[in-house]
């Protein structure tokens, strides 16, 4: 089967840090990716992941495990801009995302 | 780079007409698109997975009589909403692939409103 599972809503403090957790089912597995998408907006991409392991770029980063399904977003030194929601999406063997519904994160000054 | 364009960005249109949307790859061939919507608090849904040259692909549920999908050039889709309904209303959102790569480039989007 497919699913992706991930919390629905977050509040987080402005300069502190978040992590936002994404279980998956895929057949076909070939990475995970995540996306940020302000209301009202198209995504943007933030990270994918093919391989086991944490990536790090700038204040975000994303790790994966392969064989526990499992995939985190952490979001350090959180800023009020960072409000959006955080979509995580595995790529199946079409090539085809598989989305989770979106985690809505809040952040309070 | 991996500009995808869309074309229009919001449209209002009247119950029972059609509307048409483009997607466009600004700077790569895009051997296949993606056609989303996306209804408020929701995520995005996959409506239908064209290939240039050939039929799309279009997901359970989603009647391919109604949602016209073309993909006649390496850079060019288009998505027609053929008799649109009230229910038809929301964003609409396009996304490519190159030939290479795996990851998908979105469109900005089209918020569709039917009246």
């Known amino acids: 089967g497919q699913n992706i599972d991930q919390p629905t809503e977050m509040t987080a403090t402005e300069g502190a840090i978040v992590q936002i957790n994404c279980t998956y089912q895929?057949?076909?597995?070939?990475?995970l990716f995540w996306y940020q998408q302000h209301a009202g907006e198209a995504p943007t991409f933030l990270s994918y992941n093919v391989l086991d392991g944490l990536e790090e770029k700038g204040r975000f980063s994303s790790f994966l495990s392969r064989s526990k399904g499992y995939s985190y977003l952490l979001l350090k030194e959180l800023q009020m801009k960072d409000s959006a929601s955080y979509l995580c999406a595995s790529l199946n063997s079409n090539y085809q995302l598989i989305w989770g519904a979106g985690t809505k994160l809040i952040i309070k000054p | 780079g991996a500009v995808v364009s869309q074309h229009p960005s919001w449209v209002i249109c009247k119950s029972g007409t059609s509307v048409k949307i483009e997607c466009r790859s600004l700077?790569?061939?895009?051997?296949?698109m993606f056609w989303y919507r996306q209804f408020p608090k929701q995520s995005l849904m996959l409506m239908a997975t064209?290939?240039?040259?050939?039929?799309?692909?279009?997901e359970q549920g989603v009647e391919k009589d109604k949602f016209l999908i073309n993909h006649a050039s390496l850079t060019l889709s288009t998505l027609t909403v053929t008799s649109a309904h009230p229910e038809d209303s929301s964003f609409y959102i396009c996304s490519a692939r190159g030939t290479t790569d795996y990851e998908q480039y979105f469109g900005p989007g089209t918020r569709l409103t039917v009246t």
């Open positions: 700077d790569f061939q895009a051997t296949t």
């Open positions: 064209s290939n240039e040259g050939s039929k799309a692909t279009y």
């Open positions: 895929t057949s076909g597995f070939n990475g």
